[in-house]
């Protein structure tokens, strides 16, 4: 008499099962079963097993990178992967941002903020990510690698000139903050300068 032979068929879209493929063994067996390499990193994508789904001897679900059952029956084995993506969000000068940068779920959401150091503003998220949204929200159905820009602020002054006269330059003069223009008020022939007013406020001849 011989002992009965039973076959187990083991399958894994990533790392390297032991025992792997499809193979026999005496009724009785135990088995100690196994996936290394968890996770697989490929770019920002990352696969991590989290444990099996099995049919026959094996058991039905589980967790980890082990499985250990006597196989008294024909069975299967399946190595299960969850897929992981990577954020990666980072601040250029003259600020900063707010981010849990590393490995999320796909279809995970997850929000970035940005913050401008003083005199500075929020310009917008390049990489991955082209908005202006601030906080933005990121669905992790890829990896993403995104910068917040800052820029310094500017203000505009305007320039006019009454009767009689010129200002050069005129209009609207945008001015980076800490930065200064200079003005040249000239006066028609015959005529004098009475007065410049800045923001309502009369500072008088000049």
């Known amino acids: 008499f011989g002992i009965d032979m039973y076959e187990l068929s083991v399958t894994s879209l990533f790392g390297t099962p032991s025992p792997a493929g499809i193979n026999s063994y005496g009724w009785g067996t135990l088995l100690n079963c196994s996936v290394a390499g968890s996770p697989v990193t490929i770019g920002m994508t990352q696969y991590v097993c989290n444990g099996w789904t099995g ?27 969850q897929t992981m993506y990577q954020l990666n969000a980072v601040a250029g000068p003259n600020g900063a941002v707010t981010a ?38 990121v669905l992790m159905n890829r990896g993403y690698a995104v910068t917040a820009n800052f820029a310094l602020n500017t203000y ?32 028609n022939i015959y005529c004098y300068i009475s007065n410049v007013v800045v923001d309502g406020v009369s500072i008088g001849q000049t």
Do not use: C, E, K, R
């Open 55 to 81: 049919t026959g001897s094996a058991p039905a679900s589980g967790s980890g990178t082990n499985a250990s059952f006597t196989i008294t029956n024909n069975s299967t084995l399946t190595w299960n992967w």
């Open 156 to 187: 505009n002054i305007t320039a006019t000139a009454g009767a009689n006269g010129t200002i050069s330059p005129s209009g609207v003069i945008s001015v980076s903050h800490g930065g200064s223009n200079v003005f040249a008020i000239t006066p």
């Open 100 to 137: 849990t940068n590393g490995w999320y779920s796909s279809g995970a959401i997850t929000l970035i903020s940005a913050t401008p150091i003083a005199n500075y503003h929020f310009t917008g998220w390049t990489g991955d990510i082209v908005s202006t949204n601030n906080p933005q929200a």
